[in-house]
Nanobody, 124 residues
Framework: QVQLVESGGGLVQAGGSMRLSCAAA????????MAWFRQAPGKEREFVST????????DYADSVKGRFTISRDDAKNTVHLQMNSLKPEDTADYYC?????????????????WGQGTQVTVSS
């Protein structure tokens, strides 16, 4: 089992920045693929970013590429999502997820464990 707890959400103006964090507990963190997904009201959950056991193995949705940066600190069992140049369309609940085995890391059903989510609201 893996327990994931997100933090860092809130309200920010368009163009601003916000940093989300996800603390993991329960099994060796360094073996997990970590990801962030988001779900806006009335929409399906969508992939945002992922990072593998190697911190160089990152990927981003086209909608956030160049604005968001994912990172991990294996010593602290934490993954971060730095979000810059935020837009109103980034408004959503953001979820941290962890996978032990996967074939397509952009698919939410590949992830075994999920956090409770943190709300991000970007005002125009």
């Amino acid at each position: 089992q893996v327990q994931l707890v997100e933090s860092g959400g809130g309200l920010v103006q368009a163009g601003g920045s916000m940093r989300l964090s996800c603390a993991a507990a329960g099994r060796p963190f360094s073996n997990l693929r970590m990801a962030w997904f988001r779900q806006a009201p009335g929409k399906e959950r969508e992939f945002v970013s992922t990072i593998g056991w190697s911190a160089r193995a990152t990927d981003y949705a086209d909608s956030v590429k160049g604005r968001f940066t994912i990172s991990r600190d294996d010593a602290k069992n934490t993954v971060h999502l730095q979000m810059n140049s935020l837009k109103p369309e980034d408004t959503a609940d953001y979820y941290c997820a962890a996978a032990t085995v996967y074939t397509d890391y952009r698919r939410s059903d590949q992830y075994n464990y999920w956090g409770q989510g943190t709300q991000v609201t970007v005002s125009s």
